[in-house]
């Protein structure tokens, strides 16, 4: 099992930054695909970002709508992934979740490839 545990979540003005974070608990975690995806209020949850490494590389993968602007890295020596935000604007408001896949074949974008969650943070962006 899996424990994953967000942070850094909370208000930004428009046009701000904020960096979450996603502890995760195992020895297996640089094995793991690490996402990150977002629910809005009213909204289903949607993908934002994935990454995955290996040794000597890694790849990554964004939604459209955050490309340029958000940036997924992880660190495997302290099974953290983060996700830095830029140029936040207020629909980007929503919970961030951060999710593993312990079986990766691809950098999946669907919440069913993802077997671990976290329970989320809260980022608001105010215009």
């Known amino acids: 099992q899996v424990q994953l545990v967000e942070s850094g979540g909370g208000l930004v003005q428009a046009g701000g930054s904020l960096r979450l974070s996603c502890a995760a608990s195992?020895?297996?975690?640089?094995?793991?695909?690490m996402g990150w995806f977002r629910q809005a209020p009213g909204k289903e949850r949607e993908f934002v970002a994935a990454?995955?490494?290996?040794?000597?590389?890694?790849?990554?993968r964004y939604a459209d709508s955050v490309k340029g602007r958000f940036t997924i890295s992880r660190d495997n020596a302290k099974n953290t992934v983060y996700l830095q935000m830029n140029s936040l604007k207020p629909e980007d408001t929503a919970i961030y979740y951060c999710?593993?896949?312990?079986?990766?074949?691809?950098?999946?974008?669907?919440?069913?490839?993802?077997?671990?969650w976290g329970q989320g943070t809260q980022v608001t962006v105010s215009s």
């Open positions: 195992g020895r297996t975690f640089s094995n793991y695909a």
């Open positions: 999710a593993a896949d312990r079986t990766p074949l691809i950098l999946a974008t669907t919440q069913d490839s993802y077997d671990f």
């Open positions: 990454a995955i490494s290996w040794s000597g590389g890694g790849n990554t």
